[in-house]
C-alpha cells in the first residue's frame, strides 16, 4: 500500500516542552489527522501540534489520500496541555499490580476535564482501584482540544492507560509511550524480592 504526499507534504510543528521536576523520557505517536496535515501552504503562525522535551521520541506516521479525506469528516480530540506520568506507581509496582485502565472523559468546551469514567479493560481486576486512582489523577490536569465539535459545548473522549510489569528487561525502567490522544502505557521492571530464598549450590564433584 503506497503512501502519498502532495508538494506540501506533512507539516509537523514540534516545540520544546520545559516540565519542572523529574520526567522520564517518552515516546509519542503522531498521527495524520486535519489537525496535523498541511495541504498546501503551512502558516508559520500556527500553534504547534506536539511540544516534547529533548531526548523524546517522536513516531511521525504519513497519511494516505483516502483515509486523510474521511478524517475530515470526524471530530478530532487533541491534548493542548498535559503532565506526563512521572512513573509507575510506587504501591502498585510493590504489590507487582498491573492492568488496564479505560477512563471516558467529560470535556467542558474550554478544555478542562469536567468528571472522569473508569472500566477496567482487562479481566485482571485486582490492582484496579490504585492504577485507577493514579491515572484519573493525571488526566484530571490534561486540558483537551477538538476540531469539528459544535462550538461551546461539552464533547467525550475515552483514553486507555497500560500499566505494564517488564520482567524480562525489555524496556527501560519507568518507560512511558504516549499514543495521544488515545492511549498511554506506562512500563517498570518488578521490584526486587528482598525475601526470596537463595538459588541452591550445585552438588556436583562433591563426595
Known amino acids: 500500500m503506497k503512501r502519498a504526499l502532495k508538494a506540501a507534504g506533512l507539516v509537523v510543528a514540534l516545540g520544546s516542552l520545559f516540565i519542572q521536576g523529574a520526567y522520564a523520557q517518552a515516546t509519542y505517536t503522531l498521527k495524520p489527522t486535519p489537525k496535523t496535515v498541511a495541504w498546501g501552504y503551512y502558516d508559520a503562525k500556527a500553534a504547534p501540534v506536539l511540544r516534547v522535551k529533548s531526548g523524546d521520541t517522536v513516531d511521525i506516521q504519513t497519511p494516505l489520500a483516502s483515509t486523510a479525506a474521511q478524517d475530515e469528516k470526524q471530530p478530532i480530540i487533541y491534548v493542548r496541555h498535559l503532565e506526563p506520568p512521572r512513573g509507575y506507581p510506587s504501591l502498585?509496582?510493590?504489590?507487582?499490580?498491573?492492568?488496564?485502565?479505560?477512563?471516558?472523559?467529560?470535556?467542558?468546551?474550554?478544555?478542562?476535564?469536567?468528571?472522569?469514567?473508569?472500566?477496567?479493560?482487562?479481566?485482571?481486576?485486582?490492582?484496579?482501584?490504585?492504577?485507577?486512582?493514579?491515572?484519573?489523577?493525571?488526566?484530571?490536569?490534561?486540558?483537551?482540544?477538538?476540531?469539528?465539535?459544535?462550538?461551546?459545548?461539552?464533547?467525550?473522549?475515552?483514553?486507555?492507560?497500560?500499566?505494564?510489569?517488564?520482567?524480562?528487561?525489555?524496556?527501560?525502567?519507568?518507560?512511558?509511550?504516549?499514543?495521544?490522544?488515545?492511549?498511554?502505557?506506562?512500563?517498570?521492571?518488578?521490584p526486587v524480592c528482598d525475601h526470596c530464598p537463595l538459588p541452591k549450590s550445585s552438588k556436583k564433584g562433591t563426595h
Open 92 to 190: 502498585a509496582r510493590q504489590a507487582r499490580l498491573a492492568g488496564t485502565i479505560m477512563i471516558r472523559l467529560t470535556i467542558a468546551a474550554d478544555g478542562t476535564v469536567l468528571s472522569t469514567e473508569s472500566s477496567p479493560g482487562d479481566r485482571d481486576t485486582t490492582g484496579f482501584p490504585i492504577l485507577r486512582s493514579d491515572a484519573e489523577k493525571l488526566v484530571r490536569k490534561w486540558t483537551f482540544g477538538c476540531v469539528g465539535c459544535p462550538p461551546n459545548s461539552p464533547f467525550e473522549h475515552t483514553i486507555k492507560f497500560k500499566y505494564w510489569l517488564d520482567s524480562e528487561d525489555i524496556l527501560p525502567d519507568n518507560w512511558i509511550t504516549m499514543d495521544l490522544p488515545d492511549e498511554v502505557t506506562i512500563t517498570a521492571s518488578p
